[in-house]
């Protein structure tokens, strides 16, 4: 049986190949780059635990609870602390708390009086029905107020996708949010009703998933993943080109300085949407990987400072602050990485991770890290009171981070759908596919090895667990 290629050993490719090899199944993950993990970068150095990627995994499907037991991770699983569950968005000069109830909001300095009766407003609100593609913004505004996009949805956009609210697309970006319209006519009262389908489905809303991460960082689920694949993970080997062959699939490999070609039933892309543009194709039909090229994904400074407990006079005992654009800060926003888990920071000392450009201000992102601590101390000063020099500090910069939703997103994924179509055993998987949440891209990389699965007449995943140990 001629094994499945799996392009990428990001989270998504490393997922469908674990689930691949459970089922029987031979597979070789190809890796342009020196390591596992892709966006995922934890940093182990003098009592300070990093993460440049992302920070936590929403637990918002049952899939991502059954990897992380599959992959025997179980017991290195680390829940956040409970006592760090205040969220903060910064306005006039300072983070405030995110109002946590209904009474909370009534009173909460965070929003004026027009804004909160225009929160009250919200179920009145005739709902949208001429099926209209409309930014976040638009969509915003339409239903709760410019102020609210201003200092509530901005902020989180930036935190989310360090994207453009004016130019993200509700049903890309934020697709359960146009769902809550369409079928409830308001989000307040689908935010009610729809808990009780959710439920039913075993679906966790994202404001509400448990998060997690690992003792040693998130970079522990690809690296266990890359150990359980053991041979099947081939690093520093781009694949250049695809070839369409009456068997399957020829893949031109670069490995090193050499050149070397591989015989393969199927493939999996789980790569980025700007490295597929680039990939040579040759098949009967022309499959237009060019337009992957349009993708946009805006650059990422991610900047991680340890400060002594005492030179900050803010607590921050909680999960982190957002901040919107019209407070005029450089930062997009903080975690506090330290209160949310317990082995971040030696002790008498704390770790903030902040990010720095985004769709907001792409050219500060590429600053040298001097300059990008310099500015994240001096932002830092004004909104947490630190003080002193940094006891630790380390940035990564990422030149293409975050797939943007936007406006006519999904052509893309039609795109996708349709090469899919006219490609047999070419499959499309991870972030710009199916959400950019770690989350998503696990259930993607899922649904990836099950329609391979079902290409090649395989069981699915579910009825081989119990016969392959892994
Ligand atoms: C700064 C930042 C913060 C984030 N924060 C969070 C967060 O807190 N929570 C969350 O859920 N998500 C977060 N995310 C998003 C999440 O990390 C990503 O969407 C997810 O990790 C993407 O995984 P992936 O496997 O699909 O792609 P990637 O991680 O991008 O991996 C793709 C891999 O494919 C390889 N590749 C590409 N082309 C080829 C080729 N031709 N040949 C061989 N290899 C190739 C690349 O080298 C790369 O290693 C964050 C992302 C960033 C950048």
Not at 60 to 70: A, I
Not at 283 to 288: D, G, I, K, N, S
Not at 376 to 387: A, H, I, N, S
Not at 411 to 427: N, Q, V
Request: charged letters at 20%.
């Amino acid at each position: 049986m001629k094994s499945v290629a799996i392009i990428g050993a990001g989270i998504t490719g490393l997922t469908a190949a674990f689930y691949l090899q459970r089922r029987g199944v031979p597979v070789a993950v190809y890796e342009a780059s020196d390591r596992v993990g892709g966006a995922i970068q934890s940093l182990q150095t003098g009592g300070y635990l990093a993460e440049f990627g992302p920070n936590t995994i929403l637990e918002t499907s049952p899939k991502v609870t059954q990897l992380v037991c599959d992959a025997g991770l179980a017991s290195r699983r680390l829940d956040p602390d409970p006592q760090a569950s205040a969220r903060y968005v910064v306005r006039y000069q300072r983070p405030i708390e995110m109002p946590g109830s209904a009474l909370g909001f009534f009173t909460t300095p965070l929003f004026s009086w027009r804004a909160k009766l225009a929160v009250l407003r919200e179920p009145f609100v005739r709902p949208r029905r001429d099926g209209k593609e409309e930014s976040v913004a638009e969509f915003v505004v339409r239903r709760l107020g410019q102020e609210f996009l201003d200092h509530a949805i901005d902020a989180l956009v930036a935190g989310v996708y360090a994207g453009d609210p004016y130019q993200l697309s509700v049903p890309q970006a934020f697709p359960k949010l146009g769902q809550l319209e369409a079928r409830y006519g308001s989000l307040i009262k689908g935010q009610i009703f729809g808990a009780r389908e959710r439920k039913r489905r075993g679906e966790i809303a994202k404001d509400r998933a448990p998060k997690f991460s690992f003792d040693e960082g998130l970079q522990v689920l690809p690296d266990t993943l890359r150990e359980r694949l053991g041979e099947g993970v081939r690093l520093n080997t781009a694949v250049t080109r695809l070839t369409q062959t009456p068997e399957g699939w020829t893949l031109d490999l670069r490995e090193g300085g050499q050149q070397m070609r591989a015989e393969h039933s199927t493939v999996i892309y789980a790569g980025t949407a700007f490295r597929l543009a680039e990939l040579e194709v040759q098949a009967p039909m022309p499959l237009h990987f060019a337009t992957f090229a349009e993708i946009r994904y805006p650059p990422v400074a991610s900047v991680v400072l340890g400060f002594r407990r005492e030179d900050v006079a803010h607590p921050c005992a909680g999960f982190g602050m957002l901040i919107p654009k019209v407070e005029g800060f450089k930062i997009l926003g903080t975690i506090f990485s330290s209160s949310l888990f317990p082995n971040r920071a030696p002790a008498g000392h704390l770790t903030l991770t902040s990010y720095v450009g985004g769709e907001r201000y792409p050219e500060l992102a590429s600053l040298p890290p001097e300059k990008l601590f310099a500015l994240t101390c001096e932002d830092l000063r004004v909104l947490l009171g630190v003080k002193g020099k940094p006891t630790f500090q380390h940035s990564v910069f990422y030149p293409k981070a975050i797939p943007q939703y936007n406006l006519g997103y999904g052509r893309f994924r039609e795109l996708m759908a349709d090469i899919e179509g006219k490609a047999p055993g070419l499959f499309f998987a991870g972030h710009f596919r199916d959400g950019i949440s770690l989350s998503d891209t696990i259930v993607s990389a899922c649904n990836a090895a099950d329609r391979v699965g079902a290409f090649l007449g395989s069981a699915p995943v579910g009825q081989l667990e119990r016969e392959v140990p892994a």
